[in-house]
């Protein structure tokens, strides 16, 4: 929940970036609101949440719990890579073939 501050207070500062035009602050700025607004409300209702129940520890520690984490030593824990690689595995499907082609620079590619 720091993070959520933490990136409020980035995108307020990079909205001022654009303080030269007057157009363009206006629609950063209006942005970097909108965004702090949803922040500061997750944190809102999210921490008395957790603090009172222990909700968000729960349901983490069962999702992590889920996922079949083997713990060994010397062996580094991939627990990104074990939640998204069933879903890049339909989604991203490389052409080693077209690849190699383009690096070479043969064909149609």
Do not use: W
């Amino acid at each position: 929940m720091g993070a959520n501050i933490g990136t409020s207070v980035t995108n307020t500062i990079v909205s001022l970036g654009h303080a030269k035009e007057r157009s363009e602050f206006r629609r950063a700025f209006a942005g970097a609101t909108v965004h702090d607004m949803f922040n500061f409300l997750c944190v809102l209702v999210l921490l008395p949440l957790e603090l009172a129940s222990g909700y968000l520890f729960h349901l983490s520690k069962a999702i992590v719990d889920s996922l079949d984490l083997e713990s060994a030593s010397g062996k580094k824990q991939d627990l990104l890579k074990k939640l998204t690689k069933p879903l890049t595995d339909k989604v991203v499907v490389l052409d080693k073939k077209l690849i190699s082609k383009i690096a070479t620079g043969e064909g149609d590619a």
